[in-house]
């Protein structure tokens, strides 16, 4: 469904390897906004990270 608002019908998706159809997903996710380029590489000063504290008792 979503490749078929880049055009694709269900036959030509079908025909495609895995790392096509993740490939044409990757692109359609970074023009929405949803994730970055694959240029984009990991920066300890600007990326948060958060664990969980173990519960003491």
Known sequence: MLLAKCGFTAQ???????LEVSSWVQA???SQ??????G???N??????SA???KTE
């Open 28 to 30: 359609y996710l970074v």
């Open 44 to 49: 300890p000063k600007s990326t948060i990270v």
């Open 12 to 18: 030509q998706v079908w025909a495609m390897s895995h």
């Open 40 to 42: 984009v590489r990991f």
């Open 52 to 54: 969980r504290k173990t």
């Open 33 to 38: 906004g949803v994730k970055q380029s694959v």
